[in-house]
């Protein structure tokens, strides 16, 4: 197929999602060296200033099944633009914004672009060679890992030598590119069976999190007996009640409640839900140590850009992850993968919790979590994608991308208020919060371990194979 002078084929589309996946990459790490800036420039507290990572996840709950069921519907390539014009538009308002409250609204609208990953998914899915699509979908992870990295960078050095605004700059122009890239080289895919968006699903999930975060994050502030809090938390329970209701009996619901009750479906999204819960806790408490004065006790007094530094092994080790998984789903089996990944975010997270902050002890803690969640998170989407059909991979590649966004968006928050509510010593927040929140890390990464148990292997895993034809004595074969 030609556009022009350009010809859109596989090789230039599969360039082109590359640099969706690292501006996906780049939209949710850009920020996170340079937290503590923005919370010293207004004045705030990490609870708000972790909104600016939580509002975008939220709204990559609501978007990322919404995108993935549109694409499949009209297009995902379509949908694909609608993805990244969210991007460029909530980059302009946050480059904009002069108060907290215009980059929270402004990485809200960020977050809708977060759609883009199971669009990028489904797209390679369909355009890879055959075979290919397990590797094609690692290095799409890996990508997005090499973005993180680059944000990480780019984020600490331009908050230092320039402004945070600068760093929202950048990403509008980097959306402008991309969004030239999709009209020129990215061919449509097929279009899947026709389907209806779960709007009233999607604003009672959201709701629901929504109300029960802000209770979280505003309870030291309010008390946790205050009315204002129970009030929140009491309508967060109704509106998740009235999603589960509304999600049994709905035509074409936003998670299939009666899929979701089997073993293989609970299992994995339970899995997707604690690796996105331990996700982002380092990224957001790494900073604060890495940032603090030595004064406090246990601060490292570095730079923005001396902290991206640190953040940096983890996320290239997102990067080895994504791009080993791949690699070993097709000998190991997908489950094996995802278990490997839980035990080492488990590992990364027992040295954070345990050893005094260094900048040895961070980097060594935070690059297991960073690989295991890179081997983890390919590996599930590739379990998810052998198992549906072809018109509604993006659609129910969504659905663990919701449950691991939502895990995101609770262990972000409720991370940060764990450190709030150990108090303060001095001036400072108090080391045990911190050390807490590492604790936190480390449950949900056991978690994930212990649901990768429960997924049941199949019998197209090499290990199982291999297995069967030792107990046989010889080869499977048909019957």
């Known amino acids: 197929m030609r556009s022009g002078p350009f010809v859109r084929s596989d090789r230039a589309a599969a360039w082109v999602l590359g640099v969706g996946a690292l501006d996906l990459g780049l939209e949710q790490f850009m920020l996170l ?31 990322v099944p919404l995108f993935g069921r549109l694409g499949d519907m009209y297009g995902k390539r ?29 990485r809200a609208v960020q977050g809708l672009g977060a759609g883009l990953g199971p669009l990028a998914i489904g797209i390679a899915r369909d355009r890879a060679p055959r075979g290919r699509a397990p590797v094609w979908i690692g290095l799409l992870i890996a990508t997005a890992g090499a973005g993180a990295a680059v944000g990480l960078l780019v984020g600490g050095v331009l908050a230092q030598r320039a402004s945070v605004s600068a760093i929202f700059w ?52 309010w008390g946790w007996s205050s009315a204002k809090v129970v ?61 603090l004065p030595s004064a406090s006790g246990y601060g490292l007094g570095l730079t923005y850009a001396q902290t991206g530094l640190v953040l940096l092994p983890g996320a290239l ?10 690699l070993l789903v097709g000998r190991l089996g997908a489950r094996t993968v995802v278990a490997v990944g839980a035990m080492a975010a488990a590992i990364g997270y027992a040295i954070l919790t345990a050893a005094d902050p260094s900048v040895a002890i961070l980097v060594t803690g935070n690059v297991p979590v960073g690989l295991g969640i890179g081997l983890a998170v390919a590996a599930l989407t ?98």
């Open 33 to 63: 060296p340079v937290l503590p800036a923005i919370q010293r420039a207004y004045g705030t507290s990490i609870t708000t200033v972790a909104w600016l990572q939580t509002a975008f996840l939220l709204a990559a709950v609501a978007a």
């Open 78 to 106: 379509r949908l694909l633009l609608f993805a990244i014009a969210a991007f460029a538009a909530g980059s302009l308002v946050c480059a904009l914004a002069d108060s907290v409250g215009g980059l929270i609204a402004g």
């Open 170 to 221: 950048v990403l509008f122009g980097v959306a402008g590119i991309l969004l030239a890239g999709v009209v020129l080289l990215v061919p449509e895919s097929p279009r899947g069976t026709s389907t209806r968006p779960d709007w009233i699903g999607s604003l009672l999930l959201v709701g629901s999190l929504v109300s029960f975060l802000l209770a979280v994050s505003k309870a030291n502030t």
């Open 231 to 291: 009030i929140l938390i009491v309508a967060s329970v109704l509106a998740l009640i009235a999603f589960i209701a509304y999600e049994r009996s709905a035509a074409e619901p936003l998670i299939d409640m009666h899929l979701l009750a089997r073993r293989p479906a609970w299992s994995a999204n339970l899995v997707a839900f604690a690796m996105g819960f331990a996700l982002f806790i380092a990224g957001i408490v790494i900073p604060q140590i890495a940032t």
């Open 317 to 326: 080790a997102i990067i080895v992850g994504g791009w080993a998984s791949g």
């Open 382 to 479: 590739n379990l998810v994608v052998r198992s549906v059909d072809q018109g509604r991979t993006s659609a129910f590649a969504a659905t663990t991308a919701v449950s691991r966004s939502t895990g995101a968006a609770l262990g972000t928050q409720i991370a940060a208020a764990i450190v709030i509510s150990a108090g303060v010593v001095g001036q400072f927040p108090a080391e045990q919060g911190f050390t807490r929140a590492f604790v936190l890390g480390l449950i949900a990464a056991v978690v994930a371990l212990g649901a990768t148990a429960a997924i049941p292997a199949s019998s197209s895993d090499p290990l199982v194979a291999r297995s069967l034809t030792v107990v046989r004595g010889r080869p499977d074969s048909p019957a």
